[in-house]
C-alpha cells in the first residue's frame, strides 16, 4: 500500500484538488438529499441513516469512497445556517471566504503554542487581536473557542487579579447571565454565585446597586450584551457606574452582541462597554466565522500576565531572551489552531464597513420579521428585537401547544426554531443571522409556525 499523500508540502495542493471536488460534489449530492433545513425523521431516523453510512466505524481495510460517503451522509443530516428556515440558534452560515482560511489553517496545521510551530500565526494574531481590542475599547485580546471559554478566563483573571484573596472572589450576574457564568465560578471553586432577578430580561442597576453594597468581599459583576434567549443587551452605562462606585470589577459577556462595535449604526448600543475590566466577543455569532472563532478582550493588558506558564521545550528562557515570542500566556490551553485567519481574512475582504453592513442587515431583518408578526392576528410578538433574535408564539396557544409547534417542525425537517421562556410563558425563537434571507422566506416560517399549531 502506498503511503497517503499529505495536505501540505510542495505536493499538498494537487493531493487536495481532487478530494475538493469530492467534498464538494459530497456536499451538493447531501444537500439535496436532505431538501430543506433539517434532515427529516427526527434522532433516530438520523442516526440509522449515519450508521447506514459509516458501517463499520473501525474497519480491518479501508474504504476510497468514505471521503464522498460520510461528507454526504453529513450534509444530508446537518441543521443547514445557510437555509433561511434554519433560524434557531446563534449558529451562522460562515462566509464562503472564511470557510476557504478554515481550509488553509487544516492543511498547514500550525499550533500556537510555540513561536516555531507558527511563525506568521503568531504574528498575524498579535496585530488582529490588538486590532479588535481597540475597536471595543479596550488594550488586548486572546482569541479563545467561544464564549464559555471566555467568561471562564474573565472570572480565572479577576481571581488571580485578587492576589490572596482571589479564591474568595463572588460572582454577581442576573438570572438571564449565560449559565457558563455560573459553571465557570464552579470549575474555578470559587463561591456560589448571587444570581439576581431580571424580570425584564436583563441585569436591573437597582437590584445591583442594593447587592452592592450588602455584599463584602472581592466581587466580579457580568454584565451580558445579547442575551442569549432574547438578544437582550444590560443597561451598561448605569451598570459600570454602580461597579466604579463600589470599585468593583465588571466583566461583559458580550459574546453575541460585541460585532456591533464594528457598526456605525448600532455602535451606541455598546455604550459602556469599554468601562469593562473584561469582554467576552464571539465572531462565529454576528461575524459569520466558521466555528470556533472567539475573544476575551482585556482593559490591561498585564493582566494575562496570569496565565503564564514555563514549558522549557516550548518556551525556554535563553530562546525568549533571544527574541523568540513566548505563547504560553496567551491561552489556557497548549495546542490551538490559529483560528484568528479566518477573521483576518475577512476583515480585510470585506472591510470593517462591509462587515457593518451584513450586521444592519440582519438586525433590519428582525424588525421586518417583527412588524410582520405585530400585524399578523394569529400570532403574538414578545417585544421589539434589540438584536437579530425575535420570541414569538402562536396567539392563545398554551405552553405545550407552542413546544409541539417546534418539534413536529423539527421531526419533519421544515424549519428549525429555538425556545425561549420570557414572563412565565414558552415563546418560539427566530435568530436571523442569515443575510440572504428575504421577505418571502419570513413569511414562510410565520405560516409554518402558524399553520402547524396544535388545535
Request: glycine letters at 8%.
Amino acid at each position: 500500500m502506498s503511503t497517503p499523500p499529505l495536505a501540505s508540502g510542495p505536493h499538498g495542493p494537487d493531493a487536495l484538488r481532487p478530494l475538493l471536488d469530492t467534498v464538494l460534489g459530497a456536499l451538493t449530492t447531501g444537500a439535496a438529499a436532505r431538501g430543506g433545513p433539517l434532515p427529516a425523521g427526527g434522532p433516530d431516523a438520523v442516526a440509522a441513516r449515519v450508521t447506514d453510512a459509516l458501517g463499520d466505524a473501525l474497519p480491518e481495510h479501508g474504504d476510497p469512497d468514505a471521503l464522498r460517503a460520510l461528507v454526504h451522509a453529513l450534509a444530508a443530516g446537518a441543521a443547514d445556517p445557510a437555509d433561511p428556515l434554519c433560524a434557531a440558534h446563534l449558529h451562522c452560515p460562515p462566509l464562503a471566504v472564511a470557510t476557504a482560511a478554515d481550509l488553509a489553517l487544516s492543511a498547514l496545521n500550525p499550533s500556537l503554542d510555540s513561536w516555531d510551530q507558527a511563525p506568521a500565526a503568531s504574528a498575524l494574531e498579535a496585530r488582529v487581536t490588538g486590532a479588535l481590542a481597540a475597536r471595543l475599547g479596550l488594550a488586548d485580546a486572546v482569541v479563545t473557542t467561544g464564549g464559555t471559554e471566555a467568561n471562564q478566563l474573565a472570572l480565572l483573571l479577576a481571581r488571580e487579579a485578587h492576589g490572596a484573596h482571589g479564591a474568595h472572589v463572588r460572582l454577581v450576574c442576573s438570572a438571564a447571565a449565560h449559565h457558563s457564568l455560573p459553571r465557570a465560578a464552579w470549575l474555578l471553586g470559587l463561591p456560589d454565585p448571587v444570581v439576581l432577578p431580571a424580570p425584564n430580561g436583563t441585569l436591573d442597576p437597582a437590584a445591583l446597586d442594593a447587592a452592592l453594597t450588602e455584599l463584602t468581599g472581592p466581587l466580579l459583576v457580568a454584565a451580558t450584551a445579547g442575551t442569549t434567549d432574547a438578544g437582550l443587551i444590560d443597561p451598561l452605562p448605569e451598570i459600570a457606574a454602580r461597579c466604579a462606585a463600589h470599585r468593583v470589577r465588571l466583566h461583559i459577556d458580550a459574546a453575541y452582541g460585541g460585532a456591533l462595535a464594528l457598526s456605525d449604526r448600532h455602535r451606541a448600543l455598546l455604550t459602556g462597554l469599554d468601562a469593562a475590566h473584561t469582554v467576552a466577543l464571539d465572531l462565529h455569532k454576528l461575524g459569520w466565522q466558521p466555528v470556533a472563532t472567539g475573544f476575551l478582550a482585556v482593559a490591561d493588558a498585564t493582566e494575562l500576565d496570569a496565565l503564564h506558564q514555563r514549558a522549557d521545550y516550548l518556551n525556554a528562557g535563553d530562546d525568549t531572551e533571544a527574541g523568540l515570542p513566548d505563547l504560553l500566556g496567551r491561552s489556557t490551553r497548549t495546542t490551538r489552531r490559529p483560528d484568528i485567519l479566518k477573521a483576518a481574512v475577512t476583515l480585510r475582504t470585506l472591510g470593517r464597513t462591509g462587515l457593518a453592513d451584513l450586521i444592519d442587515q440582519v438586525l433590519t431583518l428582525a424588525q421586518d420579521f417583527a412588524d410582520r408578526i405585530e400585524a399578523h392576528p394569529g400570532l403574538e410578538l414578545y417585544d421589539r428585537p434589540t438584536l437579530a433574535t425575535v420570541l414569538f408564539r402562536p396567539a392563545h396557544a398554551s405552553d405545550d401547544a407552542v413546544a409541539a409547534v417546534r418539534r413536529t417542525l423539527l421531526h419533519e425537517g421544515r424549519a428549525v426554531l429555538g425556545r425561549a421562556r420570557a414572563d412565565g410563558r414558552l415563546w418560539l425563537k427566530a435568530t436571523l443571522l442569515n443575510p440572504h434571507t428575504g421577505p418571502d422566506d419570513l413569511a414562510h416560517l410565520l405560516k409554518l409556525a402558524e399553520g402547524n399549531t396544535p388545535a
